[in-house]
Nanobody, 122 residues
Framework: QLQASGGGLVQAGGSLRLSCTAS????????MGWFRQAPGKDREFVSA????????YYGDSVKGRFTISRDYAANSMYLQMNSLKPEDTAVYYC?????????????????WGQGTQVTVSS
């Protein structure tokens, strides 16, 4: 199971750090990623990281502002979000990929956290 946390309300230009902790089965052999979904919109890829942390991908809208990382000892993944914008407002979901390489497609993910709300005020 995956547990996402760290969301909240922040002003534009602020920062938040999301966490995703896996319990039970280890995720160290799997790529992991973050997606987000705003009201009335499709789920959108945010970022993904390879099983060994060696490769990371970012969506165009978050490049240069967000940083993904993982801590194998803690079986956790993080998303550091800086320079937040109102358009970043969404529910953020962490997922575990079926594959070791990062994927931009939600169909490649077989486990999801419950989501954490991020709201950025202008």
């Amino acid at each position: 199971q995956l547990q996402a946390s760290g969301g909240g309300l922040v002003q534009a230009g602020g920062s938040l750090r999301l966490s995703c902790t896996a319990s039970g089965r280890t995720s160290s052999n799997n790529a992991m990623g973050w997606f987000r979904q705003a009201p009335g919109k499709d789920r959108e890829f945010v970022s993904a990281i390879a099983w060994n942390g060696g490769t990371t991908y970012y969506g165009d809208s978050v490049k240069g502002r967000f940083t993904i990382s993982r801590d194998y000892a803690a079986n956790s993944m993080y998303l550091q979000m800086n320079s937040l914008k109102p358009e970043d407002t969404a529910v953020y979901y962490c997922g575990r990929s079926r594959r070791p390489v990062p994927s931009l497609s939600s169909y490649d993910y077989d486990a999801w956290g419950q989501g954490t709300q991020v709201t950025v005020s202008s």
